[in-house]
């Protein structure tokens, strides 16, 4: 397929632009490069820097490259920086989402698979989390994300799109082939901080909140490796379907603390790695985790690299081989 990958220079971007291109698709990688590196897209994708808030601009490019399918990545990401500059988020996440949309419409294009997430779950009842429980967002960016759900169900029923929202937990790893990796400037996921303290470009990993009711006080999250989350957005464009959406949990299904991540890291790296704790980072829920089932039940797809220490190898391999990212 002739596919278009919005975001195709980010993190989880440039990882699906690999994939495609290496399962034999045709792909246009399109970035307007704020957060994402050139260097991350496969030499074998058409680059075009381009916001995907520029409609007919983005237009131009789907009709000259004969697109037939969209996945977007193109988002800001941070629960924090959304809770200090939501017009940010409104605006990148929501507002561009639909110019976006408008150019696809113009172009007939109707299959587009969208990075959604769990933060759309806010603060979950309980754990694990199915699809089908409340979305209640509590940070304007997982806000943006359930409000391009909404927008793209009715878009859907009114225009015939068939698209898929895969809801990710937490992302991690790096290409096994080493070639392409995590690089967020600035950083603030968990791992990669870590594995910059092993590297001594930090000095010291800070615990955001030590009093949580779970074992070891710590926050839980599912970490679930690039590589099986992008084969997962391959799986739901094979199956998509006309005037409908497909809502997907893409995680392992199980969860590790912040102390456990902290450990499997000293282990990987032989680093002593000195941690702080620090008071709680607002809006992070005690203890997300996925019930990956129903993508396994649906499509028989599930998370190949299960393993905690395997994703934080992938993640060091990539780390030690580029210390200061792209
Ligand atoms: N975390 C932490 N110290 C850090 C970064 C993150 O303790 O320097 C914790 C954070 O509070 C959360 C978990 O690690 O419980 C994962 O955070 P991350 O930012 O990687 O992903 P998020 O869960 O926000 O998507």
Not at 201 to 217: E, H, L, M, S, W
Not at 230 to 247: I, N, S, T, Y
Not at 265 to 287: K, L, Q
Request: proline content about 5%.
């Amino acid at each position: 397929m002739n596919i278009a990958v919005i975001g195709g220079a980010g993190f989880i971007g440039s990882h699906a632009v690999k994939l495609l291109v290496e399962r034999g698709h045709q792909v246009t990688a399109i970035d307007n490069l704020t957060n994402g590196h050139r260097a991350a897209v496969h030499r074998q994708a058409a680059f075009y820097a381009l916001d995907c808030g520029q409609t007919a601009a983005l237009a131009a490019v789907f009709q000259e490259r004969k697109i037939e399918a969209v996945m977007h990545f193109a988002a800001n990401a941070y629960v924090g920086e959304s809770v200090e500059d939501p017009r940010k988020y409104y605006r990148n996440n929501v507002a561009h989402t639909i110019s976006m949309l408008d150019a696809m419409h113009l172009c007939g294009i109707k299959k587009l698979v969208f990075s959604s997430t769990c933060a759309t779950y806010g603060q979950p009842d309980h754990v694990p989390i199915t699809e089908d429980m409340p979305q209640r967002p509590i940070s304007p960016y997982g806000q943006s994300k359930w409000m391009v759900e909404r927008i793209l169900r009715d878009t859907a029923q009114a225009e015939g799109l068939a698209f898929a929202a895969p809801r990710y937990f937490n992302v991690a790893g790096s290409a096994l082939d080493g070639t392409i990796g995590e690089d967020h400037r600035p950083e603030t996921h968990l791992i990669p901080i870590v594995l910059q303290v092993a590297l001594g470009q930090r000095k010291q990993v800070d615990i955001f909140g030590n009093d949580y009711p779970t074992a070891d006080g710590t926050c839980i999250r599912d970490y679930v490796h690039v590589w099986d989350l992008v084969e997962a957005h391959l799986v739901l464009l094979e199956h998509l379907k006309p005037g409908q959406g497909l809502f997907y949990n893409l995680g392992v299904g199980r969860g590790y603390s912040v102390r456990e991540i902290i450990s499997v890291c000293r282990r990987v790296t032989n680093a002593n790695i000195p941690t702080r704790e620090v008071p709680r980072r607002a809006g992070d829920p005690p203890e997300l985790f996925a019930d990956p089932g129903k993508m396994a039940r649906d499509f028989g797809w599930k998370a190949k690299i299960t393993d905690l220490e395997e994703i934080v190898r992938s993640a060091w391999r990539w780390f030690q081989a580029h210390p200061n990212g792209y």
